[in-house]
């Protein structure tokens, strides 16, 4: 990582490309499905680091329920739905395309 990147702040969820449907987007509605961040909280300013940090705690929850949403208890997965749910609406309302590749920059 260049020294430039460690100390370039994230826009946040909402002025992520297409309102966050990037990796950065998903670590951040993940870490809202588990509690970690309140909803509310967009990550806007947060350090490189402090989206790792974010990252590892998600991937630890993720872990117990072997990564599958299916294996999530019913009010988790009634809030993953929920959650993605509501950012793809957003996404397509500002012309997101699922079948396009994008690159989370």
């Not at 987007?25 to 990550?43: L, N, Q, S, Y």
Request: proline share 5%; hydrophobic share 35%; aromatic share 12%.
């Amino acid at each position: 990582m260049t020294q430039k990147a460690r100390h370039q702040r994230y826009v946040g969820i909402h002025n992520d490309l297409y309102g966050g449907m990037t990796d950065t987007g998903k670590i951040i509605r993940d870490a809202w499905v588990f509690g970690i961040i309140p909803e509310t909280e967009t990550c806007e300013g947060w350090l490189p680091q402090g989206i790792e940090s974010l990252w590892e705690k998600v991937q630890a929850e993720w872990e117990k329920y072997g990564f599958r949403v299916s294996r999530l208890p019913p009010e988790l997965q009634e809030r993953f739905h929920r959650i993605q749910n509501e950012a793809i609406a957003r996404a397509r309302a500002a012309g997101w395309d699922p079948d396009t590749y994008l690159d989370d920059e």
